[in-house]
């Protein structure tokens, strides 16, 4: 954990749902793994190091939830596609129900705050 | 202008295998073939066409050091510098205890019962694990070596002279060697040694008990991996207790 992490809670945050937008860009489809980090860095302060994301995939590897596949190609060495499991589709549904409850919590607190 | 770029992203790759040295080597392999396939296609995207849009790459990549930290936060693995395991509160209390009880006992009643007044008092252990560690063996090792010295004839062998611990003196009588030999080797000498070998892992026992507690009541992540050194350390500041640790 970085030193000042601890009291801000976006890092945390955002660390505990990047897995699930990797998920959810992944979609139904296989993806280069470059073009997975590149869309994930555009999202708005997201990201602040694409490199990071690799491990991140081989722990959602590991974890059943992403398969990669090898394709070759013609200009060069074979490259690493990505995809979604059933299992990572499974844990994508439960986290999007979740996250709605959550979010929607939080903004009713803040909005009661407001007023 | 590509000579550049190569001698910029060899440089990197090489940075990020140093940073991630103390990763099991099939990870670090993965981790570099998945930065190399990340630079290869920046190149082919032409994001890379001269030394500043190679930089700006590397840039958006990250630290080395960061990208080797976060494999090693999704090994498990401990970060380096990361002190949380030996800053256990408590944890030289369940070693006292284990060291009282085993080498402790060495002064006779006195050192064992201090190390079951630690056993006791300690939270980590359950209570059966403490009744245990009572019953085996009480007095611990240290009592039954005494006792070993005194049981008589019990080190004693029958092959031709002997001497009667009990006594301090020295005999052929075979008699005597073979009244001996019904305590001696025959019985109270394996006996007394299985004891004291029971008192020993028991005492080991708790001790790994208690480790595996301390470390499972912080949320830090498991020594897969750690080096030996890393792993000496910890035990050298465990038992001395000391401000570095």
């Known amino acids: 954990m970085e030193p000042g992490a601890a009291r801000n809670p976006m890092t945390q945050l955002r660390r505990?749902?990047?897995?699930?937008?990797?998920?959810?860009?992944?979609?139904?489809?296989?993806?280069?793994g470059f073009d997975l980090v590149r869309q994930l860095s555009d999202l708005d302060g997201m990201v602040v190091s694409e490199g990071t994301i690799y491990p991140l995939?081989?722990?959602?590897?590991?974890?059943?939830w992403v398969s990669?596949?090898?394709?070759?190609?013609?200009?060069?060495?074979?490259?690493?596609?990505?995809?979604?499991?059933?299992?990572?589709?499974?844990?994508?549904?439960?986290?999007?129900a979740d996250w709605r409850?959550?979010?929607?919590?939080?903004?009713r607190a803040l909005q009661a705050g407001e007023s | 202008m590509s000579t550049v770029r190569d001698d910029l992203f060899a440089r990197?790759?090489?940075?990020?295998?140093?940073?991630?040295?103390?990763l099991p080597s099939e990870r670090r392999e993965e981790l570099l073939s998945e930065i190399r396939e990340h630079l290869g296609s920046a190149e082919?995207?032409?994001?890379?066409?001269?030394?500043?849009?190679?930089?700006t790459v590397l840039d958006r990549l990250g630290e080395p050091e960061e990208i080797a930290a976060a494999a090693r936060d999704e090994a498990g693995l401990h970060q380096p510098g990361d002190v949380r395991e030996w800053r256990q509160p408590g944890r030289g209390h369940e070693t006292a205890a284990v060291l009282m009880l085993t080498v402790g006992s060495l002064l006779p009643v006195l050192g064992w019962l201090v190390g079951v007044a630690l056993l006791w008092t300690s939270q980590r252990w359950r209570t059966r694990e403490k009744v245990l560690g009572t019953l085996i063996v009480p007095g611990g090792p240290g009592l039954i070596l005494i006792a070993g010295a005194m049981v008589p004839g019990s080190l004693t062998s029958c092959s031709g002279e002997s001497i009667d611990l009990g006594t301090g003196l020295s005999t052929t009588d075979p008699q005597v060697c073979t009244t001996a030999s019904n305590y001696g080797i025959g019985v109270a000498g394996p006996l007394l040694l299985a004891a004291a070998l029971l008192s020993i892992m028991t005492a080991v026992l708790l001790y790994v008990l208690a480790r595996r507690r301390v470390a499972a009541a912080e949320p830090?992540?498991?020594?897969?991996?750690?080096?030996?050194?890393?792993?000496?350390?910890?035990?050298?500041?465990?038992?001395?207790?000391?401000?570095g640790c």
């Open chain 1, 16 to 32: 505990g749902v990047l897995e699930y937008l990797v998920l959810s860009l992944l979609g139904g489809e296989r993806h280069y």
């Open chain 1, 57 to 64: 995939l081989s722990r959602l590897r590991r974890d059943g």
């Open chain 1, 68 to 96: 990669t596949t090898w394709a070759e190609s013609g200009s060069g060495p074979p490259r690493r596609y990505y995809e979604m499991t059933k299992d990572g589709q499974r844990a994508l549904e439960q986290f999007s």
């Open chain 1, 101 to 107: 409850r959550f979010s929607s919590a939080v903004d």
């Open chain 2, 12 to 22: 990197y790759l090489d940075a990020v295998a140093r940073a991630a040295a103390d």
């Open chain 2, 44 to 55: 082919r995207a032409g994001d890379a066409g001269d030394e500043a849009a190679a930089r």
């Open chain 2, 220 to 243: 830090v992540r498991a020594v897969a991996g750690s080096s030996p050194w890393g792993r000496w350390r910890s035990l050298v500041c465990c038992f001395s207790d000391s401000a």
